[in-house]
């Protein structure tokens, strides 16, 4: 009995493990009048991805828009910074969560991550997300961000960052929950649109955000 109840702990913590590991990945559409994508949460970043399957859920980015188009930069939506003033008051949903880093998870060209203000413990501010558009990096830039934010780059993610681009500088600091994995060219579309000088779009550029069902989800990669 000494033996057993250990090894039937051991099998449970494995079968956990396994589940965990092999757990699906939930995706969501991305819409707006300039085009859509599909969207592919990790579920490395749980908290992350619920407060986002949450919301979707709740339509609450419906009511919202992309309110600042940086192009080779990022493409920002849900509530704007407006919102941190100390003399607002926030609903509910607007909260801070601790941040989930994962050094694997980066800000490669389409990954998808949440905003916040300048707090020292680098929460995410639970309504704002942010899509990466970023530009190319070469070895050298690559070595100076990584000597100036203390960050290590694997050669996986140099490759991807000297060939498709993001925002490396960003890495560590904010969190990444997901990607874009279809419509890639949707993030040229939305930096097309005519902005001021501080990326405001001189157009409301709106968004629908549904979460899609298995079925709806091998639909549209079936379609890639």
């Not at 090894?7 to 300039?34: E, G, R």
């Not at 800000?107 to 899509?131: C, P, V, W």
Request: some cysteine; proline content about 3%; charged content about 30%.
């Amino acid at each position: 009995m000494r033996i057993l109840k250990p090894l039937i702990a051991c099998i449970l913590c494995l079968s956990l493990a396994t589940a965990v590991a092999q757990q699906k990945n939930v995706y969501a559409k991305i819409t707006t009048a300039q085009g859509y994508c599909i969207v592919k949460l990790y579920n490395e970043t749980p908290v992350h991805r619920d407060n986002f399957i949450k919301l979707v859920k709740a339509h609450y980015f419906d009511a919202t828009t992309f309110n600042r188009i940086l192009k080779g930069f990022v493409i920002q939506g849900g509530d704007p910074d407006s919102l941190y003033d100390k003399s607002k008051t926030l609903k509910p949903e607007q909260k801070w969560i601790k941040p989930e880093f994962n050094t694997a998870l980066f800000h490669k060209r389409g990954a998808l991550a949440m905003g916040r203000d300048d707090n020292k413990d680098k929460e995410s501010f639970t309504t704002q997300i942010y899509i990466v558009d970023g530009k190319t990096y070469t070895n050298e830039q690559l070595d100076k961000i990584e000597t100036k934010y203390h960050l290590h780059f694997t050669e996986a993610q140099r490759e991807t960052y000297r060939t498709i681009g993001g925002t490396p500088f960003l890495d560590q600091l904010y969190t990444v929950f997901g990607e874009i994995v279809k419509g890639m060219d949707f993030i040229d579309k939305v930096t097309a649109v005519k902005v001021n000088k501080d990326g405001n779009p001189d157009k409301e550029v709106w968004m629908k955000i549904t979460i899609l069902s298995d079925k709806e989800t091998a639909k549209e990669l079936k379609a890639k």
